[in-house]
């Protein structure tokens, strides 16, 4: 497996593939490699010849008090763990090589950056819409691979590369869960003992809001019912439940199809997030 650190290594190893008749998946991370990522891989190598997995901390996605310096990093077992699961290249830029002395652009979209993780963490979503057009831009692979974990993510990247009209495919990947139903997360490593033994109740209470809505409960009842069981659980703080409709984000009011259920919260310094269609 290449180890690429400058983008123009990348777009001539990815155009070289591309040119002798080869598709290429990518598949962007902030590193702390789990199985979620792997399976991104897996699903890569299942729909194109190449998948290069990139390793890039993001800062311009860390809010002031956020956990920019304390995030997860693990380099050479990152690049181990993509070499087994079949990645033909890994880039890992340094941070010049993706924000330039006097960098000035930012990729902004509207409306569905604005509610849940967006409104919870101001300038989130413009970091990574700006982060994964340039990656897009400097690798122009054929496929790119995001995990459904991050539900609200995936839709905006998909809102930025139609609309940029970047020429490649957007795809999401199922959530990985462990057996009890938490969502593999690289921030999963802050949880204490404790703390971890609380955190499947996030899974859990959303399970049970999406059974009592096919039911015919309604969405704000669900939520209610959701944050509550979140709460006697042993979260500390519930960011939002939302129940929307899993295409316009829209908040569902009245029982309906097409409905997703939201979540984030606090377990300590650890801020889970999750979802579940209904
Ligand atoms: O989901 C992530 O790991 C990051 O937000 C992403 C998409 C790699 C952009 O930095």
């Given amino acids: 497996m290449d180890i690429i650190r400058t983008k123009a290594e990348l777009r001539k190893r990815v155009s070289s593939w591309r040119n002798s008749g080869e598709t290429v998946a990518l598949t962007p991370t902030m590193g702390a490699i789990h199985e979620g990522h792997l399976s991104l891989v897996r699903l890569g190598l299942e729909r194109a010849d190449r998948c290069v997995g990139t390793i890039f901390v993001n800062p311009r996605q860390f809010g002031p008090n956020e956990d920019f310096a304390t995030y997860p990093r693990d380099e050479e077992g990152d690049f181990a763990k993509f070499e087994t699961a079949g990645c033909s290249a890994v880039y890992a830029p340094a941070p010049e090589e993706i924000y330039s002395a006097g960098y000035k652009t930012e990729v902004i979209v509207h409306d569905i950056s604005e509610v849940m993780e967006g409104a919870s963490r101001p300038g989130f979503f ?127 009011s009245v029982p309906g199809e097409n409905l997703r259920i939201f979540a984030a919260a606090w377990l300590g310094s650890c801020r889970l997030i999750d979802n579940l269609g209904v």
């Avoid at 690798?139 to 990247?157: H, R, S």
């Avoid at 003992?193 to 049970?208: V, Y």
């Fill in 126 to 252: 413009t970091g990574v819409a700006t982060v994964v057009s340039k990656l897009l831009i400097q690798a122009m692979p054929d496929i790119a691979i995001f995990g459904e974990k991050d539900f609200q993510q995936l839709a905006v990247i998909r809102t930025m590369a139609r609309d940029l009209d970047l020429p490649m495919e957007i795809l999401g990947a199922p959530t990985v869960r462990e057996a009890d139903g938490l969502a593999l997360s690289s921030r999963n490593a802050y949880l204490s003992a404790e703390e971890r033994r609380i955190a499947p109740a996030l899974h859990a209470a959303m399970t049970a809001a999406a059974a009592t809505l096919r039911n015919g409960a309604n969405p704000p009842a669900a939520a209610e019912q959701a944050r509550k069981a979140m709460l006697s659980a042993g979260f500390q703080e519930v960011d939002y439940i939302d129940i929307r409709d899993q295409d316009s984000f829209q908040p569902a």
